[in-house]
Structure formats: C-alpha cells, structure tokens
Nanobody
Framework: VQLQASGGGLVQAGGSLRLSCAAS????????VGWFRQAPGKEREFVAA????????YYAGSVKGRFTISRDNAKNTMYLEMASLKPEDTAVYYC????????????????WGQGTQVTVSS
C-alpha cells in the first residue's frame, strides 16, 4: 500500500483544514488507518485512528472534539478534518495504514505516507 497525504498549509489560529490521504492497493479497505504528527524537536505522536469499517474512531486527548477522522473505502481515501486549530497543532502530519492494537502506537503501522506540513499562526 502506498499513501499520499495532502491538504496541509498555513492557517490562522481558530481556522480549519482538511487533510486527505489517498491510498493505492486493493487492501486499503481492510486496514486500520491513522494520522500521526511530528513537531520540530519532538517525537511523532498519535492524532487519530479509524477501523476498517469506520465504526470505531480513536483520538488523542489534545485533539478530541476538534479533529474528525473519516474514510471512504470506495475512494481508497482517508481524511482528517481539523477545526479550532491552535499554534500547538503545528507539525508535519503523516497518514499510516495497517495498524494493529493499540492504534496509538506508531510502531504498529506497516505503511506510511510522506507527510504534509500544517502551520498554525497565532
């Protein structure tokens, strides 16, 4: 599976962005997929994950209520809707696929996209 993230950019605090991650390969729909982010000088951290059917979602406490993960298996695409953005959300955002429980552990994912930069100005 190859992943291509897009949709990052520069936004003011309080604004919104929608990230997309397009996947190649017919097995995408069977995978747990997730988003992680990495700020300069920090470890990569979990943002959100969603099961293959979309019936279950998981969020980091820092984004819960502001971010929404979703997927469209017919389009082999996953999304991250980000609202009420804060300067501390500034990071490179990565999509990942093939996750096994616990979904917040980046080591549990087999496939990674190249990352897309999100910058939130104050």
């Amino acid at each position: 599976v190859q992943l291509q993230a897009s949709g990052g950019g520069l936004v003011q605090a309080g604004g919104s962005l929608r990230l997309s991650c397009a996947a190649s390969g017919r097995t995408f729909s069977s995978f747990v997929v997730g988003w992680f982010r990495q700020a300069p000088g920090k470890e990569r951290e979990f943002v959100a994950a969603i099961t293959w059917s979309g019936s279950s979602t998981y969020y980091a406490g820092s984004v819960k209520g502001r971010f929404t993960i979703s997927r469209d298996n017919a389009k082999n695409t996953m999304y991250l809707e980000m609202a009420s953005l804060k300067p501390e959300d500034t990071a490179v955002y990565y999509c990942a696929a093939g996750g096994t429980y616990p979904y917040s552990d980046s080591k549990r994912y087999s496939y990674w996209g190249q990352g897309t930069q999100v910058t939130v100005s104050s």
